[in-house]
T-cell receptor
Framework: GQQLNQSPQSMFIQEGEDVSMNCTSS?????WLWYKQDPGEGPVLLIA?????ELTSNGRLTAQFGITRKDSFLNISASIPSDVGIYFC??????????????FGTGTLLAVQP | DVKVTQSSRYLVKRTGEKVFLECVQD?????MFWYRQDPGLGLRLIYF???????EKGDIPEGYSVSREKKERFSLILESASTNQTSMYLC???????????FGPGTRLLVL
């Protein structure tokens, strides 16, 4: 199936550093979602974005819905060791039906050194 | 809080066995999904259901079937398990209108 381009693939940072990752698509989306997945667990929803240009925060996390509707960014400020995991973006185009599927990014592996 | 639960976190089955994976959500969501996740392949959609008794094939339906008899429950069935179905299985649900999708904790299935 189709996947979104997500970068970087992996990041190894020191505790306290800020982190940025992004997703791009050739298609436009009406919804962007960001998830975090810990090893052996299911993805947990971090932030949902529904409008082009929208900027939404959840604690130290901030995500933006790109104005072209083809990209989205996630920033994590002042990283801590428990931020370790894989971060996924997902995009969805609402076509007015009930069967719209999410398209997922390839994931960004984040490692934080204390 | 939305809650999506899966019947087992870990399962070990033998080749040829029939396997049932159960998923329950408590938020009255219309849409439910089954994915499998494998290293290097990402999340792949197996089947989804947009309402009770409705089902649609995803990207990789071969070897699987599903059942949605009640709105809150979506079952994934492996009719005859094979070793290439060893994987992490993730269930998800979402409202029809908003599109925000929530995942369960996953079932790690090993087929010997």
């Amino acid at each position: 199936g189709q996947q979104l381009n997500q970068s970087p693939q992996s990041m190894f940072i020191q505790e306290g550093e800020d982190v940025s990752m992004n997703c791009t698509s050739s298609s436009i989306f009406n919804t962007w979602l960001w998830y975090k997945q810990d090893p052996g667990e299911g993805p947990v929803l971090l932030i949902a974005l529904y409008k082009a240009g929208e900027l939404t925060s959840n604690g130290r996390l901030t995500a933006q819905f790109g104005i072209t509707r083809k990209d989205s960014f996630l920033n994590i400020s002042a990283s801590i060791p428990s931020d370790v995991g894989i971060y996924f973006c997902a995009g969805q185009l609402h076509l007015g039906g009930a069967t719209n599927k999410l398209i997922f990014g390839t994931g960004t592996l984040l490692a934080v050194q204390p | 809080d939305v809650k999506v639960t899966q019947s087992s976190r870990y399962l070990v089955k033998r080749t040829g066995e029939k396997v049932f994976l159960e998923c329950v959500q408590d938020m009255d969501h219309e849409n439910m999904f089954w994915y499998r996740q494998d290293p290097g392949l990402g999340l792949r959609l197996i089947y989804f259901s947009y309402d009770v008794k409705m089902k649609e094939k995803g990207d990789i339906p071969e070897g699987y079937s599903v059942s949605r008899e009640k709105k809150e429950r979506f079952s994934l069935i492996l009719e005859s398990a094979s070793t290439n179905q060893t994987s992490m299985y993730l269930c998800a649900s979402r409202t029809r209108t908003l599109g925000t999708q929530y995942f369960g904790p996953g079932t790690r299935l090993l087929v010997l």
